[in-house]
């Protein structure tokens, strides 16, 4: 059968009409489509050709021939047939996946731009509340606390919990453990010591609480975090009183 292409030559017009009007055969339609993926300039002609329907207007793509230098005919692929609505379908699909894309970044960019704005380190009245208590100034425990107030939170971990492991229930070890577990952006391993902590101790639960949803933030929990401050609120003469609903307000918005 005659061949209606020359392997470094561009389609005709006549060619191009043809294969719109799908009055090519099988084999012609197969070699057209096959130089439009090698060629870009075709390709643009067909887009011209089906939206305007001008089949008698070939200046233009004559001179755009001349132009072209000549290439090597690129491997034979088979290209799919024009399916404009898929197209839509698929420029539709693309849309909706980067719009959730972003949504999500914006709101990841929020969790930590809200846990930025409200986490503060522990201040030292609490550790001045240890040795008044007197805490043990010796072994890990000592350590530990030492190391979190240089800020050398990975460090002082294993101290940590290598006292904790001893079966004592230290409320304030658990809190300060899980502090600096935040601090070395572990979030999910913060929450279990300052979950226990919040459970089993009246003098850390407030303090404990707090960076209990601060960690949830952080970990875009935000209806556990809402749950919690909710709890805390209701501790009217609290410390974190204005912290938490200006908290719980951003959560709100956002």
């Known amino acids: 059968m005659k061949k209606i292409l020359a392997p470094s030559k561009?389609?005709?017009?006549?060619?191009?009409?043809a294969y719109l009007k799908e009055e090519l055969d099988e084999e012609q339609r197969y070699e057209v489509e096959n130089h439009l993926l090698d060629c870009p300039l075709c390709s643009a002609a067909v887009e011209g050709f089906a939206q305007h329907y001008d089949f008698e207007a070939d200046a233009q793509l004559a001179e755009l021939q001349a132009a072209r230098p000549r290439a090597e005919v690129a491997p034979v692929v088979q290209l799919p047939r024009r399916r404009p609505?898929?197209?839509?379908i698929a420029a539709a699909m693309l849309l909706l996946i980067v719009a959730s894309a972003a949504l999500l970044y914006w709101q990841s960019q929020s969790n930590e731009r809200l846990?930025?704005?409200?986490?503060?380190?522990p201040g030292g009245e609490l550790l001045a509340a240890l040795r008044s208590a007197g805490a043990s100034e010796q072994g890990d425990f000592a350590?530990?606390?030492?190391?979190f107030n240089e800020e050398r939170y990975i460090e002082s971990l294993p101290y940590f919990e290598a006292y904790l492991s001893e079966g004592?229930?230290?409320?304030?070890?658990?809190?300060?453990?899980?502090?600096?577990?935040?601090?070395?952006g572990q979030?999910?391993?913060?929450?279990n010591y300052l979950k226990t902590a919040r459970i089993n101790s009246d003098q850390f639960y407030e303090e404990a609480s707090w960076y209990l949803i601060l960690t949830k933030v952080r970990m875009e929990e935000r209806e556990e975090a809402k749950a919690l401050l909710k709890e805390l609120?209701?501790?009217e003469e609290g410390?974190?009183?204005?912290?938490?609903?200006?908290?719980?307000?951003?959560l709100k918005k956002e």
Do not use: M
Not at 85 to 88: A, E, G
Not at 115 to 121: D, G
Not at 168 to 184: I, M, R, S
């Open 143 to 147: 350590r530990a606390i030492a190391l």
């Open 10 to 17: 561009c389609l005709s017009a006549e060619t191009l009409q």
């Open 115 to 121: 846990y930025r704005a409200y986490y503060e380190r």
């Open 85 to 88: 609505w898929l197209n839509r």
């Open 168 to 184: 004592v229930e230290d409320a304030a070890a658990q809190f300060y453990a899980g502090v600096a577990h935040l601090e070395a």
């Open 233 to 235: 609120l209701k501790y």
């Open 187 to 191: 979030p999910a391993a913060a929450t």
């Open 239 to 250: 410390y974190y009183q204005k912290q938490a609903e200006g908290l719980l307000e951003q």
